[in-house]
């Protein structure tokens, strides 16, 4: 868009960026080209300083606002730097003088429009990437997953620390994502870190960074992730396994916004949230000493639990099909449906694995098949074995009983096994022995 009050030098100025490929829109004031701005899809805007109705330096910045992908290059008779200097704060692309600059004019068009075209694309992939870890794409129909989204979305635009509790493979980390594109920092990095994968020694330069020379190997300076995560979410995944002396120094960051690198002297800042995920009980091992409290006690402001596959026995039907309708998609397939009897297996399945194991199983299940119907054949060994609803419950037999007693207990202690052994009185041994011969 061409705006200038000047009819005939706007007019000549528009023909000649047609004749160059450009489509051009006209507006001769401030207040009818903010009119069009409104209504059409405009990427570059070339615009006089002097309008009858506004001034261009400070038309410049009510356009960044309300467009910020907007490109906009100002015009004026007379060059003035203090103006030219103002134009560029504001957000202009760039300011010249009319007449002298008129062959820059075109490369700097098509410079403006690059850089306008570009940050659409950013913008259409940040909005893809939102959709994709929305809170919109957890399926279930459990309400005990229902009420965990209910809590996330609540504590979302709160700037405060989560803790995801639940086993492993349950989807902690879905839901880190969700909370974090849910949150005011969405614009910002999401940086995740699995605590049980590193050895102290790395996962303190993982986190914290190093100094070049601070060891073997530190050839040259790095960022920690607790930088990297600056204005963004830290996402600390089996959190349960941070050695100890770690979890002092994690628990100063979060008091002070303050951390040091390894080799270095001086403390460095960084602005992050922290959601924090385990499959223990950390309440327990910090009683045992195995946890510090005082961390615990910080993470613990927001407890978000994630109940097992096995309890949300309704969601395996729709997470299964979501599933194969991935998976058919990425190796070309029309997505097969499943077999009553697969459908079955499924259900009666015990899931140690949960979501995790749900998706691999699924994965596999679709590379195997050559029809356009999931059956048994293309399902683990183990999964097959799972013993029917019609053979694993009967209301007379103690078998079941016992089984439907130990379940409920292992889901009340969240999977805690030795917390299970000592609600139902018996040895370890003896619940991991049943646990087996269960199948749970």
């Known amino acids: 868009m061409v705006i200038d009050d000047e009819e005939k030098l706007r007019g000549l100025l528009s ?3 047609r004749s160059e490929g450009f489509e051009v829109t006209e507006a001769g004031d401030g207040k009818s080209g903010l009119k069009k701005l409104a ?3 405009i990427d570059v805007v070339l615009c006089d300083v002097k309008l009858p109705d506004a001034n261009g330096v400070q038309l410049v910045q009510q356009i960044k606002t309300t467009y910020p992908q907007v490109e906009i290059i100002l015009l004026t008779a007379y060059g003035n730097i203090a103006d030219g200097v103002q134009a560029i704060k504001n957000g202009a692309f760039d300011y010249i003088t009319k007449g002298d600059d008129n062959d820059k004019i075109v490369p700097l068009l098509h410079r403006a429009l690059e850089k306008a075209q570009l940050q659409k694309r950013v913008q259409e992939l940040e909005k893809r990437v939102g959709e994709k870890y929305s809170f919109k794409t957890i399926s279930s129909k459990s309400k005990a997953i229902q009420d965990a989204i209910e809590l996330a979305q609540k504590v979302a635009p709160v700037d405060t620390s989560v803790l995801l509790t639940g086993e492993t493979g349950t989807g902690k980390e879905v ?9 005011s920092r969405c614009g910002k990095s999401f940086v995740a ?4 994968t590193f050895s102290k020694e790395m996962m303190e330069s993982e986190l914290f960074g190093h100094k070049q020379g601070s060891f073997t190997g530190a050839t040259k300076d790095q960022k920690g992730l607790i930088e990297e995560a600056n204005g963004g979410t830290l996402f600390l995944d089996e959190i349960g396994e941070m050695p100890l002396e770690l979890q002092a120094k994690l628990l100063r960051v979060l008091e002070t916004s303050e951390f040091i690198k390894v080799g270095d002297t001086k403390a460095s800042k960084s602005n992050f949230r922290l959601i924090a995920a385990t499959n223990r009980d950390l309440k327990k091992e910090s009683e045992e000493h195995r946890f510090r ?3 615990y006690f910080r993470l613990n402001i927001f407890e978000i639990y994630l109940p097992a596959l096995r309890e949300r026995v309704k969601d395996i039907r729709v997470l299964a099909e979501l599933f194969i309708q991935q998976f058919a998609d990425k190796t070309n397939k029309q997505p097969p ?3 009553e009897a697969f459908l079955e297996r499924l259900q009666a399945y015990h899931w140690p694995g949960n ?9 596999r299940a679709v590379i195997l098949s050559s029809g356009s119907e999931l059956t048994t054949d293309q399902l683990p060994a183990d ?12 209301a007379f037999d103690l078998a079941s009983v016992e089984k439907l007693h130990i379940q409920r207990v292992l889901n009340h202690t969240r999977n805690n096994k030795a917390e299970a052994a000592r609600l139902l009185n018996i040895g370890t041994a003896t619940l991991y022995r049943k646990i087996d011969e269960y199948g749970l």
Request: charged residues 15%; glycine residues 0%; aromatic residues 2%.
């Open 193 to 196: 870190l699995n605590c049980s």
């Open 355 to 363: 979501i995790r194991e749900l998706k691999n199983i699924i994965e």
């Open 337 to 339: 449906h499943m077999s």
């Open 293 to 295: 409290s005082d961390l």
């Open 39 to 41: 209504l059409e899809n």
């Open 175 to 183: 839901f880190a994502q969700a909370i974090h594109q849910a949150s």
């Open 15 to 17: 023909r000649i960026l």
């Open 383 to 394: 999964v097959n074995a799972a013993p029917s609803k019609q053979q694993s419950l009967s």
